[in-house]
């Protein structure tokens, strides 16, 4: 029977030093947990600014377009200028 209360009594002391830590795993785990919230709204809000920018930029070279088709196409001379070109 002693041979059998050592390991038992082993497993015992085990149980309860992992016991013993679970308050100090617990604030761990809610110090993790308050940095993946933290992370998580830092992303968010980085996401939402690069949509913004990239919609900005969209909308800005859209514009950039419509005021290129707006302008009108140059006059182009027929031929050179100048009395060096002039046929005689």
Not at 15 to 36: C, F, N, V, W
Request: aromatic share 4%.
């Amino acid at each position: 029977m002693t041979g059998q209360l050592k390991p038992a009594t082993q497993q015992l002391q085990d149980y309860q030093k992992l016991a013993s830590r679970t308050p100090g795993i617990e604030g761990e785990y809610d110090q993790m947990q308050q940095q993946l919230i933290e992370l998580t709204n830092r992303r968010n809000d980085l996401a939402q600014r690069e949509m913004t920018a990239v919609l900005g930029h969209d909308a800005e070279t859209e514009l950039e377009g419509e005021r290129f088709l707006l302008i009108e196409p140059l006059d182009l001379p027929i031929g050179p200028a100048g009395s060096c070109w002039a046929s005689s």
